[in-house]
């Protein structure tokens, strides 16, 4: 009678606790299908956005063409693979990875500000995204960042003259003295038609560096 007093003790205590992680169970089990249907719903608004502005992006780029974001057929949205496929003007609609080095640049910017545009910020720092493009690719590309220019500055580092034109100030860095770095900047509204500094900016700038001097004594 000990015994079997002592088994039904244990097998209280043993029930209670596997009722206890069934429930647990129950719960998270529930807690991950919302969080998969939440997720499986952003997923597909946020694909939908980032797709129609790529396709619309695609076209500004390449003058052209067509463009899609393509999800894994037969499997989970949240496992699938993304495949970018890509028709430039005047080619087969192609993977990205057969593109060539321009095209695979091009459309990766295309996607790249698609994904920005759905989820902008204040800032954008690109280095050197132009360097595999031609002049008429880069005058294509530097006209649709002037169309983020109502929410978004950029920030290129680059080596293009091209792309120069298209800013409003140029920081550059230049080596005068071995091992000694310096920076010049220009804005292009200080500088004249034929490539001179305005006089205008010429007196501000004195007037800055005096007011700075100042400042620094007094404190």
Sequence with gaps: LEELEQLESRHTTLAAQFKDLSDAKGSLQRIIERINADSRRLF????????????????????GGQADIVLEEGADMLESG?????????????SISLLSGGEKTMTCVALLLAIFRSRPSPFCVLDEVDAPLDEANIDRFTKVLHDFLAWTQFIIVTHSKKTMTC?????????????????????????SDNGEILVSAARAEPLAAAGEDEETQAA
């Design 44 to 63: 597909a608004e946020t694909l939908d956005t980032v797709r129609g502005h790529f396709v619309k992006l695609f076209r500004d780029l390449f003058g």
């Design 167 to 191: 800013a409003t100030t140029i920081y550059g860095v230049t080596m005068q003295e071995s091992g000694i770095s310096k920076q010049v900047s220009v804005r292009f509204e200080d500088v």
């Design 82 to 94: 993304i495949e970018i496929v890509a028709r430039p003007p005047g080619k087969e609609p192609r």
